[in-house]
C-alpha cells in the first residue's frame, strides 16, 4: 500500500508537468464515457417505459378489431368492416379455453351535449369487464355493471378530461349529457390514464354499456371489435389460431379470401419500439467506441512522447536501483490515471445529463449499472493497452546510455 501511494504522488507529479497534453487525453476518455453512460441510461429507461404502458392498460390484452390495416407505401389505413358481432365474441369465448375475459366495443366521435355546451369526444360501447381488463380506476362514483348492460340502462362513465371541456367546477357524477339526442345520467369519472398503445386517448372518451349504445343511440347490429384478456402470453400463438380460424367460418370467409379482421397484440408494438430504441442504442455504443479510441491513441501518443522526453529521469532513477518493473508499472499507472479520471467525470456528468433529460422527457429514473460498469472497466483496458508499448520502451532504456 506505501509503494502505491508513493507511486502515484510520483505520477500526479510527473502528469502536472504535461497538464495540456493530458487534459486533452482526458477529455477524449471523457466524451466516450458520458456518451455511454446517457446511451445506457436512457434507452434502459425508455424500455422500462415501454413496459409500463403495455402494463398499464391492461395486463396480457389483445385488441381483435374488425376490418384490415392496408399498406400502400409507408402509409397505412385502417379499413373497417361491418361483419363483426356480439355473437362472434360470446361463440370465442365459449370455444377457447385460453381466453379469460372478453369486452366487445364500437367506437365513435361524437358530439356531446351538456346543458347549452357541447363538445366533441370519444364514444365507446362495451361491457363492464373493459373497465377491469383497462385497469380503469375512477376519481369519483362507478362504472355501469353487468346489469346496466343487460337493461340497456341509459348511463354514462366519463373521462378525466370531459370535466376540463365542459369547463366545470363541481362534480359530474349524476348529472345528465344528451347522444344523438338520448339522454344518459353519468355514474363516474374515471381517473388520468393518458394513451394506450392503440392510440386511443383514455381520458377523452365517455363510455357507454354497449346494448345501450347499439340499440338506443346508433342502431347497430354489428361491433367495431372486442379486447381479449388471455390466460398467458405463451398461450398467444395458439389463441390466436383459435380466434382466425372460428371468425373465418363464422363469417363464411373462403380460402382464397383475406381475413375480415386483424389482431392486435401490444407484445408486437412493445418489440417494434424496442428495435428502434436498439438501433439507436447501436449507433450510440458506435459513438461511445470511437471516442474511446481517439482518447486511447492520444494516450498512447503522449505517453510515446513523453518517454522521449522523460530519458534522463528514467536513467537516473534506473541508476540509484529502480528496476524495469518499476518503470513499467509506473508507465501502466500513468496511463491507467488518465483514463480512470477522464471515466470518473464522464460517469458523474453523465448521470446528471441522465437525471435531467428523465425530467424533461418525464421517463423513469434508471441508473444503469452495466453501463457505468462497461464505461469503468473500458476505461482501465484502454489504459493498460494504451500505456504498454510506451512502458516497455521505457523499461528498456538503458541508463548508462542516457546519462553520458
Known sequence: ??????????????????????ILAIIGIFLGSLSLIIVFNVLASIKLNIVREVEKFGDKVITVASGQIVRAGRQKSFSIAQTMTLDDAKALKNSIIFIDEIAPYVKRTLTVRYGEKYITTNIIGTTNVYAVMRKLKLNEGSFFNEENVKRKDKVVVVGSEIKDKLSLTESLVGKHIS?????????????????????????????????????????????????????????????????????????KLKEDMEDDFTIINPIDARRLRNEIVNLVDVLGKITS????????????SIMLLIVGLRKYEIGIKRA?????????????????????????????????????????????????????????????????????????????????????
Open 1 to 22: 500500500m506505501k509503494d502505491f501511494i508513493i507511486t502515484l504522488k510520483i505520477v500526479l507529479n510527473v502528469l502536472k508537468s504535461y497538464k495540456g497534453r493530458v
Open 179 to 251: 347522444i344523438n339526442n338520448t339522454i344518459l345520467n353519468i355514474l363516474g369519472v374515471i381517473e388520468k390514464k393518458g394513451i394506450d398503445l392503440n392510440g386511443n386517448n383514455l381520458d377523452d372518451v365517455t363510455f357507454v354499456p354497449i346494448k345501450t349504445y347499439m340499440n338506443r343511440i346508433d342502431n347497430l347490429t354489428y361491433i367495431d371489435g372486442m379486447e381479449i384478456k388471455i390466460r398467458s402470453w405463451d398461450v398467444f400463438d395458439d389463441v390466436k389460431k383459435g380466434i382466425t380460424s372460428i371468425l373465418r367460418e363464422r363469417h
Open 289 to 300: 467506441v470511437i471516442s474511446y479510441m481517439v482518447g486511447g491513441l492520444g494516450i498512447f
Open 320 to 404: 540509484v536501483g529502480a528496476k524495469k518493473r518499476d518503470i513499467f508499472i509506473q508507465f501502466i499507472y500513468e496511463s491507467t490515471f488518465i483514463t480512470l479520471t477522464g471515466a470518473i467525470l464522464g460517469i458523474m456528468i453523465g448521470l446528471m445529463l441522465s437525471f435531467i433529460i428523465y425530467y424533461f422527457a418525464k421517463l423513469p429514473c434508471v441508473v444503469s449499472i452495466k453501463g457505468v460498469s462497461f464505461s469503468f472497466i473500458s476505461c482501465v483496458l484502454i489504459g493498460i493497452l494504451s500505456g504498454l508499448y510506451p512502458a516497455f520502451i521505457a523499461a528498456r532504456l538503458n541508463p548508462i546510455n542516457i546519462i553520458k
